[in-house]
């Protein structure tokens, strides 16, 4: 299948402030506001017609770049720079091609505006992210096809130019077999900051919602690390005796302190909580993931990278060097979380060893930045996913009740009434995804109030 050619005739590009309902520490960064960006982009399929396709994302501060050198705002800026030069790349297009063509071209383009510039892989990769969601809600939407039924079609002309490691033949058949989950269960996270006990603490949410999992994050102090795993995991035993977990250490150990923290899961004060671990997330730095093979400290555990993922080549990479897995986030660009399944397959295949693709967040908020995110993960398969936006952010944050409104509308399923506000229906513990993938389009249903948002920058017309 070589998918729907189409014209990329206007990108126009926005933002929402959006703030925080509690603290969120994540490594050395505590955030308590943080953008949304809003992309909305008309595009012409050939037979087909024009379309609108829409999607939206956190710009969160000091994730995508933590040069200690810049600021939260600086990292901002360069995330808004990022969107703009993708914009003008992708609108700059004379041709028609596939939507996966117009990325390729279009990101290409990116790494040497990036290069230019010394923008890190996942700030300079935010911008495409984002105009290649946009552009497949509107061939989809052209087609009148949804989410899963596209990717299973592979309207969107996916192929190996990004991942020669690929035979063309598997991304095809991986692509016509995709088989989406029903729902996807929560992983709920818990930050650095985030109470055990009390009022709005992790004893609190599990008596709101019926949780199972759980994302923890560690800040790279092995002492308390230690004692605040134990705390969690008494918790956790007390009132979810059968939970999982994950840890995420947003690139704050090095070898030396991660040895120490496994000699605790394996026969010292964490042993009962090893019971309980899936994997580990991204443990070093970055540029420190792949100065060394993982060796020993890869037995028995599970490691993946997820900032070290800057990149389509990262993965590969890793697994090199004794990682298992990697992260699937929206924010980084729906093809590489495809095409990275597509290599989770091959891999099992050639040499089997529990690799995996997982579901992490980014702060996803109500409305279309969870609603695909969600899309996504589900139809590649995934059961459960980080899922943190409800818990950072009250409801739809401020959009208007009229936007929350149209997309709880759209998704009844999926949002609920609380307080007199509409937010995240995360009570049962689970996401349905249903509504999401029949909608046609990507998982959208709703679009915001155009007119609330400030644009960032020009339109871009071809």
């Known amino acids: 299948m070589a998918g729907h050619r189409l014209r990329i005739l206007e990108i126009q590009t926005f933002e929402r402030p959006m703030r925080f309902a509690r603290p969120f520490r994540f490594g050395l960064v505590t955030v308590d506001a943080a953008p949304q960006a809003f992309v909305r982009a008309v595009v012409e399929v050939e037979g087909k017609g024009t379309a609108t396709g829409v999607t939206a994302e956190m710009m969160m501060p000091k994730w995508f770049d933590k040069n200690p050198a810049k600021s939260p705002q600086d990292t901002i800026a360069d995330l808004k720079a990022s969107l703009g030069a993708a914009a003008r790349n992708y609108a700059g297009s004379q041709d028609p091609d596939t939507a996966f063509g117009h990325h390729v ?258 702060t996803c908020q109500a409305g279309l930045g969870i609603q695909q995110d969600t899309a996504l993960v589900a139809t590649l398969g995934l059961t459960h996913a980080e899922r943190n936006g409800h818990h950072y952010v009250e409801g739809f944050g401020l959009a208007s009740d009229a936007e929350a409104a149209r997309f709880a509308a759209a998704h009844p399923d999926l949002y609920r009434e609380q307080g007199g506000r509409l937010g995240l229906a995360f009570e049962r513990g689970s996401l349905p995804t249903s509504s999401l993938l029949s909608v046609p389009g990507f998982a959208g249903g709703a679009e915001p109030d155009w007119s609330s948002l400030v644009p960032l920058a020009h339109h871009h017309r071809r």
Not at 282 to 304: H, K, N, S, V
Not at 317 to 335: H, I, N, P, T
Request: aromatic share 8%; net charge negative.
């Open 105 to 362: 071209r279009g990101f290409t383009a990116q790494r040497t505006w990036a290069a230019d510039r010394q923008v890190p892989g996942l700030a300079a990769s935010f911008g495409p992210a984002l105009l290649d969601k946009a552009i497949a809600d509107a061939a989809l939407k052209a087609l009148e096809l949804g989410f899963a039924d596209g990717v299973r079609r592979n309207v969107f002309g996916i192929d190996s130019r990004q991942t020669p490691d690929l035979d063309p033949e598997r991304i095809r058949s991986f692509l016509s077999g995709v088989q989406p989950a029903g729902e996807v269960l929560l992983r709920h996270t818990v930050g650095l900051l985030d109470s055990l006990e009390g009022a709005g603490g992790l004893e609190d949410e599990i008596r709101l919602a019926r949780l199972r999992l759980f994302k923890i994050k560690i800040g790279g102090d092995v002492d308390a690390d230690i004692a605040r795993l134990l705390a969690i995991h008494d918790l956790l035993s007390r009132h979810v005796p059968d939970y999982r977990a994950t840890l995420d250490a947003n690139e704050q150990y090095d070898p030396q302190r991660l040895r120490i923290l496994l000699r605790e899961m394996n026969g010292g004060r964490l042993q009962a909580f090893r019971n309980h671990l899936l994997y580990i997330e991204q443990p070093f730095d970055r540029a420190g993931t792949f100065a060394a093979p993982l060796g020993d400290l890869a037995d028995g555990i599970p490691f993946i990278i997820d900032e070290a993922d800057g990149d389509y080549d990262a993965f590969p990479r890793a697994v090199e060097l004794g990682y298992r897995g990697v992260s699937s986030k929206a924010c980084k660009g729906f093809y590489k979380s495809i095409l990275n399944a597509v290599r989770v397959s091959a891999l099992n295949e050639a040499r089997p060893g529990g690799y995996f693709v997982s579901a992490e967040d980014l």
